[in-house]
T-cell receptor, first 116, second 111 residues
C-alpha cells in the first residue's frame, strides 16, 4: 500500500532563512509519481512540482528546490531565503502508475510559518 | 479559462439532509476527482472518473455518490448527511502529465 509521511507538523522560521520540508514515501511499485502542493491561507491547492520515479535529478525553480532520493524513499522540498508569502501548508503526494486514473495519496501536510 | 469551479463555496446542512456539490471544468480533461480534507489532515480520495460515463470509488466513498454525464461536469451527491461528513471538499482534474489541478473547495458543515 502507498503511504506518505510528513513528519514535521509545523515549522516556524524567520524571513530569509532556508527551510527544508521532509517527505518520506512507501510504495511497492517501481513506477510512480511524486508531487508537492502548496495550500496558502486562502485554501486553494497549488501544484508545485511532479517528479517521476525514474528521474532522480534534483530540480530548482527560483527559490524552490527538490531533492529526490530513491535510496531513502525521500522527496524533500527546500525553500531558500524564505518570505512571508511562503507561509502555507505544504503537502507531499504519491501516485502509482495505474491503467485508469491516478489516485493521489497525500501526506498530512507541514504548516510553514514565516515570520518577518 | 476558469479552470475548475465548484459551487457552493459554503454550506450548512442538517443531519439527514441531502445535497449535491457541483464541479465544472473547462480544460477538457478526461480525469476528474473528488477529495475531502478534514482539519489538520491531507486529502483523501472519495471518487474519481476517467471519462464521461465511467466512475470508480476511491479511499472513502461511503455516504457519497457521483455521476459523469459530460466531460465538463462531475457532481458529488451526499445522501443523508452525517456530522462525519463535515469537511472541505475539493474537485480536481488531471492533465496528460499526471498533474492534478484543484478547484477552490466547498466547505461543508453538518450539524
Amino acid at each position: 500500500a502507498q503511504k506518505v509521511t510528513q513528519a514535521q507538523t509545523e515549522i516556524s522560521v524567520v524571513e530569509k532563512e532556508d527551510v527544508t520540508l521532509d517527505c518520506v514515501y512507501e510504495t511497492r511499485d517501481t513506477t510512480y509519481y511524486l508531487f508537492w502542493y502548496k495550500q496558502p491561507p486562502s485554501g486553494e491547492l497549488v501544484f508545485l512540482i511532479r517528479r517521476n520515479s525514474f528521474d532522480e535529478q534534483n530540480e530548482i525553480s527560483g527559490r524552490y528546490s527538490w531533492n529526490f532520493q530513491k535510496s531513502t524513499s525521500s522527496f524533500n522540498f527546500t525553500i531558500t531565503a524564505s518570505q512571508v508569502v511562503d507561509s502555507a501548508v505544504y503537502f507531499c503526494a504519491l501516485s502509482e502508475a495505474q491503467e485508469y486514473g491516478n489516485k493521489l495519496v497525500f501526506g498530512a501536510g507541514t504548516i510553514l510559518r514565516v515570520k518577518s | 479559462n476558469a479552470g475548475v469551479t465548484q459551487t457552493p463555496k459554503f454550506r450548512i446542512l442538517k443531519i439527514g439532509q441531502s445535497m449535491t456539490l457541483q464541479c465544472t471544468q473547462d480544460m477538457n480533461h478526461n480525469y476528474m476527482y473528488w477529495y475531502r480534507q478534514d482539519p489538520g489532515m491531507g486529502l483523501k480520495l472519495i471518487y474519481y472518473s476517467v471519462g464521461a460515463g465511467i466512475t470508480d470509488k476511491g479511499e472513502v466513498p461511503n455516504g457519497y455518490n457521483v455521476s459523469r454525464s459530460t466531460t465538463e461536469d462531475f457532481p458529488l451527491r451526499l445522501e443523508l448527511a452525517a456530522p462525519s461528513q463535515t469537511s472541505v471538499y475539493f474537485c480536481a482534474t488531471q492533465n496528460r502529465g499526471y498533474e492534478q489541478y484543484f478547484g477552490p473547495g466547498t466547505r461543508l458543515t453538518v450539524t
